[in-house]
């Protein structure tokens, strides 16, 4: 019985992704809930698990290929894997042939007529179509590589598989190397919406700066019973900035809004955004309704959402919304930056790195953990003077952090 692969339902603001990686080739057979292919979208990288036991029979949709949402990209035979005979080799319940051809070459006939005039065995001409057809324009490439009707030295490969979005282009420049590697869907996407954002937004960035001695003090006070009592919840810093950042949210509710068309949207919750890195470019999952959570479920959801990141298992739903975001650059070691909008939000907050630092306390010069924050904001619907009392705000309450629990 014959089964349909399809491409998972993509969240609205998704319209579309990228075969990036297939994990089985037809004729191979899977287990449930095996992944069997990646999909790029400009968000995350989405797998496709197995929706059953089978071996995969046809492949429609070549890696790089744009596919939509529950479009059919593959089918497959259900049930159990196929045995395996002497010689090593799947039986896939096809009578094996002795008299057929020693191996099936595909070919287009367009092809089949070129190689005859000019003399080509098809079986040294490499096929870029589906499923490695071979197409008049691979014979024609093959032609122009080895024109004499005589067997080349080496296959040289047609200069059409060169343009595969997947694979690096290396090439020399004198006597320098030179790598083109294809830009992937999200990094694409991630620099359309920095472009998007600097050149839609009036942006402005407010900096200040905050001792970081009182939480520090608090965090080493209580770290090892917080990790105790709450099952193995680390206490970091990011916890507090977030709490801080709610209640400040909650004072200048403008720096929690967002512009929709000629409207200013004042949201009445606050759905915080965690920048995390990954090796395929940043993400920013949200963190949904943190007035409503602890700080041992704001760190947990932190931590989660770094380990996950890691591992490319965020899903999309989970950076879909949010009405502010975090992003602490100090964990790469970055002393001061000015953050980049994520639209359609109208601020952001930077966490930079902690820095022992002269500073004069009461007329007396002290070395204090110093971190510098920088706000980010849309001046189109914040002003200046509502931005600089958030950081302030955020600063005030991380100095003494006995004000976020007073909501002082």
């Known amino acids: 019985m014959s089964n349909e692969i399809k491409v998972p339902t993509f969240p609205e603001s998704v319209q579309e992704g990228t075969i990036a ?69 799947a039986s896939t319940g096809v009578a094996s042939d002795s008299s057929a051809e020693p ?14 005039e000019k003399g080509i065995n098809l079986a040294d001409v490499v096929g870029t179509g589906k499923d490695g057809r071979i197409t008049k324009e691979d014979v024609a490439s093959f032609v122009k590589v080895a024109p004499a009707p005589v067997k080349a030295e080496a296959p040289a490969p047609a200069p059409a598989k060169m343009a595969v979005r997947s694979e690096p282009l290396v090439q020399m420049v004198g006597d320098r190397v030179e790598k083109r590697v294809p830009m992937t869907r999200l990094r694409a996407k991630i620099a359309e919406r920095l472009l998007e954002a600097t050149q839609s937004t009036a942006m402005l960035t407010t900096f200040n700066e ?7 003090a608090l965090r080493a006070k209580y770290k090892d019973r917080f990790e105790k009592i709450h099952n193995g919840t680390r206490l970091g810093f ?14 200048i509710p403008a720096v929690n809004a967002s512009i929709d068309g000629n409207d200013v949207v004042y949201h009445g919750y606050q759905d915080i955004g965690v920048a995390v890195s990954t090796e395929k470019g940043l993400v920013v ?47 790469f070691g970055s002393l ?12 952001i907050l930077g966490m930079h790195k902690i820095q022992d630092r002269p500073m004069a306390v009461n007329g007396e010069v002290k070395v204090l953990p110093m971190m ?37």
């Open 103 to 116: 191996q099936e070459i595909l070919a287009a006939p367009a092809a089949k007529k070129l190689a005859e």
């Open 238 to 251: 990011m916890g507090f900035f977030v709490k801080a950042a709610v209640e400040a949210l909650r004072r």
């Open 336 to 347: 001061m930056s000015t953050p980049i909008l994520n639209p359609p939000q109208a601020a």
């Open 21 to 89: 990686t297939w994990h089985k080739k037809p004729g191979e057979a899977f287990a449930r809930d095996e992944v069997i292919v990646d999909i790029e979208t400009d968000k995350v990288v989405q797998e496709v698990p197995a929706p059953a036991n089978g071996v995969l029979k046809e492949i429609l949709r070549e890696e790089g290929d744009i596919v939509t949402s529950n479009e059919v990209i593959a089918t497959f035979s259900e049930g159990d894997a196929p045995a395996v005979d002497g010689a090593g080799s």
């Open 210 to 216: 905050v001792n970081m001695a009182p939480v520090m």
């Open 372 to 408: 510098y924050l920088a706000l980010s904001y849309d001046h189109r619907i914040i002003d200046g003077k509502e931005a600089v009392q958030f950081l302030v705000a955020i600063k005030d309450m991380i100095e003494d952090p006995a004000r976020i629990l007073l909501e002082l």
């Open 285 to 331: 999952p949200v963190l949904r309704n943190v007035e409503n959570l602890s700080l041992a479920e704001i760190e947990n959801g932190v931590r989660d959402f770094g380990l996950r990141g890691r591992d490319g298992k965020i899903g999309i739903e989970e950076m879909l919304g949010g009405t502010f975001t975090i992003t602490n650059g100090g964990v």
